[in-house]
């Protein structure tokens, strides 16, 4: 093989494998149970000269394909580990895939994977009491694999990357970005000079496939932005960024030390990370230039990182659609999913739900869609001109015509649009519209919801809504309890049903082809000129619980009413 990788399910390691699969090498990939096939499959990456091999660097291991280049990225990375549990990987794991790199006769490199804070310790012991079981264990392999390459002749280079940020990464820094979203981040850790360098995963990957061509054996490379804004910095970049306040107050590291983790929140062994050290990159922008690679700016690299903490839920979901991300509409930050230029389908959410309601019908619809959260709710950010702005300029880049589809309180800002703007629309689907409904029957449910979201879990959540549990609920619970969502959900709702008239009023001058889409359990209330369709035993959130019917009904513009 070419290549080598052990550790290859892990963030960096199946970044890599992807990366040297794209240059054409042949890789074999060192797992314990192979998540790694699907992964690359899933993100385009052609397979045809990867070889799976199960091992386990905790013991002994097997016979394994012989390789030019070899990589270790396994690595036992998180908090609150046993000593022993820590060392296990990261000491004496790391010394077995060396002493098995030794015997290879055709070996150019073996690269290994450390940490950019380990290069820099000193010579003594590792304070694990201080520093805790994970970095001490990466400061003890580190010096140890250095002293069993020497000892053994192996042509070795060390990679020390920064804070690795990218899609799948969610602890670190990412549980800092955490508390910032949720609202529990009343101040920041450290001072105004705390410096936490970053590094893409993707941007690693590739130096790290450079390494064995472009480096001599026994060099060092700190891989990490020089240009990482200081901690505060940073933080205010992607508060700004994600449409959230940034904390104005700082609690120096001394004093988190001293103060009961109770009461700060703060794991003990993350603050080690919290320093103004800087460190030696020359060797490694050196690579890079003769390697031809650049970096993304910081600042674009962390705006993209957060869009993907946002779309994962910081680890707990999966982004149903791509692309996705965090947009000025109308001056709101608002999270925008999907085809913004050319959508066949523009998808508009009901409170509480965010645009991920759509998930399940959007799987089943052909052509590009566009979804977002309504402003003020889901993942977006108010907008100080209202909703008819912020919808106006959401589909200012739309091109064509596209079918405009919005659920319950959404549908009379989507109706106000198609009576103002009826060449840009080509159809007006209603599901559930809310101003046509009894008062009763109206989403009164969803105020509920909205009211008790702090208490109440996803699968009573669900309940109360009659709709299944899934990552939408999930989804729509954890947005309902950050600050303020709840509180602007039930004014929505509220104004919605003040503005019943003004709707049912618009419905009439409407001049675009329109349909509504009803559950039978739900049933409008008020008789009105447009094609009705009923889904028999179905209440009033049929995204969530008839998402194959409504698909069939927009995927037949024509389907006669029943």
Not at 139 to 168: F, H, K, Q, T, Y
Not at 270 to 276: D, E
Request: charged fraction near 20%; glycine fraction near 10%; include cysteine.
């Amino acid at each position: 093989m070419d290549a080598i990788v052990f550790g290859a399910t892990g963030l960096i390691g199946r970044s890599l494998v992807a990366e040297l699969l794209g240059r054409g090498q042949r890789v074999a990939a060192a797992v314990r149970r192979d998540t790694l096939t699907p992964w690359l499959r899933s993100r385009g990456v052609e397979v045809g000269g990867l070889a799976v091999v199960t091992a386990d660097v905790t013991r002994p291991l097997p016979d394994l394909p012989a390789a030019r280049d070899v990589y270790n990225a396994a690595g036992r990375y998180a908090f609150g580990l046993g000593v022993n549990e820590a060392r296990a990987t990261n000491v004496a794991g790391a010394l077995r895939v060396l002493d098995w790199a030794a015997e290879l006769p055709g070996l150019r490199r073996l690269t290994h994977l450390s940490g950019y804070r380990v290069g820099g310790a000193d010579d003594g012991a590792p304070d694990v009491a201080r520093l805790g079981a994970y970095e001490a264990s990466k400061i003890e392999g580190d010096r140890a694999v250095r002293a069993r390459a020497e000892e053994r002749g192996v042509p070795l280079s060390i990679v020390n990357p920064g804070v690795v940020i990218g899609a799948g990464q969610h602890i670190g820094l990412a549980a800092l970005v955490a508390d910032l979203w949720n609202g529990r981040l009343p101040a920041l850790p450290g001072g105004r000079d705390t410096w936490v360098p970053i590094v893409t995963v993707e941007h690693l990957a590739r130096f790290l496939a450079a390494v064995p061509a472009f480096a001599p054996a026994g060099e060092h490379h700190w891989v990490l932005d020089d240009g990482t804004p200081p901690l505060p910095e940073l933080i205010r970049l992607v508060a700004a960024h994600t449409g959230v306040r940034a904390p104005q107050r700082s609690v120096p590291v001394g004093l988190l030390r001293r103060l009961p983790r109770r009461l700060t929140g703060a794991d003990p062994e993350t603050l080690s990370f919290l320093a103004t050290d800087r460190y030696p990159t020359d060797s490694a922008r050196a690579l890079a230039a003769r390697a031809g690679l650049a970096a993304p700016p910081a600042a674009e690299a962390l705006r993209a990182w957060a869009d993907d903490q946002i779309a994962e839920r910081f680890g707990a979901a999966s982004p149903w659609l791509r692309p996705y991300g965090f947009h000025s509409v109308a001056g709101a930050r608002t999270w925008v999913l999907g085809e913004r230029r050319r959508p066949a389908h523009v998808l508009l959410p009901g409170p509480p739900f965010n645009a991920d309601v759509w998930a399940p019908l959007a799987a089943r619809l052909p052509g590009p869609v566009l979804a977002a959260d309504l402003p003020g709710l889901g993942r977006s950010a108010p907008a100080a001109g209202g909703t008819d702005a912020w919808l106006a300029d959401l589909l200012a880049p739309v091109a064509g015509r596209p079918t405009l589809v919005a659920h319950s309180a959404a549908c009379g800002p989507a109706l106000r649009f198609a009576v103002e703007h009826p060449k840009r629309v080509g159809q007006l689907v209603l599901v559930a519209p809310s101003f046509l409904l009894a008062p009763a029957s109206r989403p009164a449910r969803s105020a509920l919801a909205a009211a008790v979201a702090r208490r109440m879990s996803a699968a009573r959540l669900a309940r109360a809504l009659g709709v299944p549990e899934g990552p939408e609920v999930e989804g729509a619970v954890a947005d309902l309890r950050r600050p303020g969502v709840a509180r602007r959900v039930a004014a929505a709702l509220r104004a919605d049903a003040q503005r019943r008239g003004l709707w049912r009023q618009l419905l009439d001058r409407v001049r675009v082809p329109v349909r509504i889409v009803l559950g039978a359990a739900d049933p409008a209330v008020v008789t009105v000129d447009h094609p009705v369709t009923e889904i028999a035993g179905a209440g009033h959130h049929l995204p969530l619980t008839h998402p194959a019917l409504l698909a069939d009904i927009l995927n037949e513009q024509r389907r006669p009413a029943r």
